[in-house]
């Protein structure tokens, strides 16, 4: 840091960043972005605490033990991440800071850019995998790949068109596509294909691929879609047999092709038995050689296996703060936080307005009211703030809530023991600490 920089050593946390101090460690959350910082120092956990107290930087380093040095390098990552910024006085936070609403978040000039809305299509699929996560709990995140049921008519494309219109007035700039198969509503997809391209909405489309024909990868290449593909098994026959379906396998690689030659850019999904684990950086590596861009695993149990709650978490590892903790040399580097209630909401097939595809609770039916009500009374903030989380007592108590990476599905049905915390969570907000062992990788 520069002399003057040096000489103002009071740090002010901009309004949009909140910092939850646990005992060991600490967080940034940015609100409007729905990014998520972790620090697994302890010492500049307690300094962080001190200077949004009011602290200046060396009195903060000097009580916490830490090398001024140090704090400047987290202090210089905050500001330059725009979450705060050095001042000549003194500044006091509350370390414990609500989330804003919209309103609020207009009247300090604060907008949350970055929004995401899923879009179900289709309440059918063609494959009838054992890890869908719509009917086997033991997948960790129950929208991973999954398909849910209708529950009135469908929501005609013009009336999807105008909800996605409005929504990316409010700062939605990406589209996921989910739940069954896409390709069997293929209409309805290429409308909405077109609301995206004409908005310049990111577009990421989950397929099996069965269905691609070469007409529709050309209209995929013209509106610049992302596809996201299940790569089951290298070995034609098994890929079958795992999906249940005759020639899934010699589909997939089709699509491939048809993708790769056209340049239509896509990604994998690859699901990783617990019992088989080995299998993971095979599928990977075979997604990655047919030119996949990224690589997403999904891990899974089978109760038919005789798997349980207890090995799937000894597995996959807790889904608790203390795993996501990152020092200051990759402070940089720390990735956006499986929040999935940030600045997001889904659209399902049938018009119901919901946080997320997998919970199915409606907030309204688009097909009844305009999306323009619901933002009007502010809707999905409200149910933003009143989540699964909420509503498991220590989970509404954790100061981690807002940046927990467990499924919020799986929070709401599954619960663990006595503290009634997430089935894979290894934090127990009432003691501040791990509530079972963890190995030295996973702590802060």
């Not at 302890?42 to 033990?65: S, V």
């Not at 705060?84 to 850019?113: D, K, N, Y």
């Amino acid at each position: 840091m520069n002399q003057l920089a040096a000489a103002r050593s009071h740090f002010a946390f901009f309004p949009h960043a909140q910092l939850v101090r646990g005992q060991v460690g600490a967080a940034v959350h940015d609100l409007f972005l729905g990014r998520l910082f972790w620090i697994r120092d302890g010492a500049a956990a307690d300094a962080l605490a001190r200077m949004a107290a009011g602290a200046d930087a060396d009195a903060a380093a000097d009580a916490a033990a830490l090398p001024r040095e140090t704090l400047d390098q987290y202090l210089a990552a905050l500001a330059a991440l725009d979450l705060g910024t050095i001042v000549p006085t003194r500044t006091a936070h509350h370390i414990f800071r609500p989330l804003f609403s919209p309103m609020q978040a207009r009247e300090m000039g604060v907008f949350r850019p970055h929004g995401r809305v899923t879009v179900e299509l289709a309440n059918a699929c063609v494959f009838d995998c054992p890890w869908c996560t719509s009917l086997n709990t033991l997948t960790p995140l129950a929208c991973h790949c999954g398909v849910w049921p209708a529950r009135g008519p469908r929501l005609h494309p013009d009336e999807r068109a105008a909800v996605i219109a409005r929504l990316a007035e409010q700062g939605v700039t990406s589209i996921v596509v989910r739940g069954g198969e896409p390709l069997l509503q293929w209409d309805d997809l290429l409308a909405l294909l077109r609301i995206a391209s004409a908005l310049h909405l990111h577009c990421e489309i989950h397929s099996t691929g069965v269905g691609l024909t070469e007409d529709r990868v050309a209209a995929l290449k013209e509106h610049d879609a992302h596809m996201v593909l299940l790569f089951a098994s290298p070995d034609d026959a098994e890929f079958d047999q795992l999906v249940r379906r005759r020639g899934a396998g010699m589909a997939l690689r089709h699509a491939v092709f048809m993708l790769r030659r056209a340049g239509v850019p896509f990604s994998a999904k690859v699901p990783v038995s617990i019992r088989a684990e080995e299998r993971g950086g095979v599928l990977t590596e075979w997604a990655i050689a047919s030119g996949a861009k990224r690589v997403e695993q999904i891990d899974y149990g089978l109760e038919r296996d005789g798997c349980a709650l207890e090995e799937l978490r000894e597995k996959t590892g807790p889904a608790s703060p203390q795993r996501m903790g990152v020092g200051t040399q990759d402070f940089f580097a720390n990735v956006e936080c499986q929040n999935c209630f940030a600045n997001a909401c889904c659209v399902a097939a049938d018009g119901r307005l919901q946080l997320c595809i997998a919970a199915r609770n409606a907030l309204a039916d688009l097909t009844r009211e305009p999306i323009t009500q619901v933002l009007r009374e502010d809707r999905i903030s409200a149910a933003r703030a009143g989540t699964a989380r909420a509503d498991i007592p220590a989970c509404g108590r954790c100061e981690f809530r807002y940046g927990c990476q467990a499924c919020l599905v799986r929070s709401g049905s599954q619960v663990n023991g006595e503290y009634g915390r997430h089935w894979n969570c290894a934090y127990d907000p009432a003691r501040s600490d791990l509530a079972v062992k963890a190995t030295s990788n996973s702590c802060f």
